[in-house]
Nanobody, 124 residues
C-alpha cells in the first residue's frame, strides 16, 4: 500500500501560479506512473495529467494543456504539478494518485491509491 500526501494548495488570483507537491511512501515510487485529478463542488472527479514512471512521457487534459506541467523526482519520491495562468474554473480539490498496475492510465477507476487532496481556489 502506498501513502500519498499533497501540499501546496491555496488561494490565488486569476493569472497566478501555484505548485503542488505529492510525497509518496510505502511502495517503489519509480515503478508506477503518477497522476493528478481534481474535483470541483458538485462535479465528478476529472483527470488532469499523468506522468510515466521515469518521467519521459506526460499527458494532459485539454483544459490544462499549455498551462500545467507535471514532473517527478524519483530520488525524492515526489511528483509536482506546476500550474500557471490559473483560471477561476481551475478551482477544485486536487488529488494525486497512483495506478493499480504499471502503465499509463487516465481514468480515475484505474488508480488505486489517493492522497487526501489539497484545495486550490482561484479568484477572479
Amino acid at each position: 500500500q502506498v501513502q500519498l500526501v499533497e501540499s501546496g494548495g491555496g488561494l490565488v488570483q486569476a493569472g497566478g501560479s501555484l505548485r503542488l507537491s505529492c510525497a509518496a511512501s510505502g511502495r517503489t515510487f519509480s515503478s508506477y506512473a503518477m497522476g493528478w485529478f481534481r474535483q470541483a463542488p458538485g462535479k465528478e472527479r476529472e483527470f488532469v495529467t499523468v506522468i510515466s514512471r521515469l518521467g519521459y512521457s506526460a499527458y494532459y487534459a485539454d483544459s490544462v494543456k499549455g498551462r500545467f506541467t507535471i514532473s517527478r523526482d524519483n530520488a525524492k519520491n515526489t511528483v509536482y504539478l506546476q500550474m500557471n495562468s490559473l483560471k477561476p474554473e481551475d478551482t477544485a480539490v486536487y488529488y494525486c494518485a497512483t495506478p493499480y498496475r504499471p502503465g499509463i492510465w487516465t481514468s480515475a477507476t484505474d488508480f488505486g491509491s489517493w492522497g487526501q487532496g489539497t484545495q486550490v481556489t482561484v479568484s477572479s
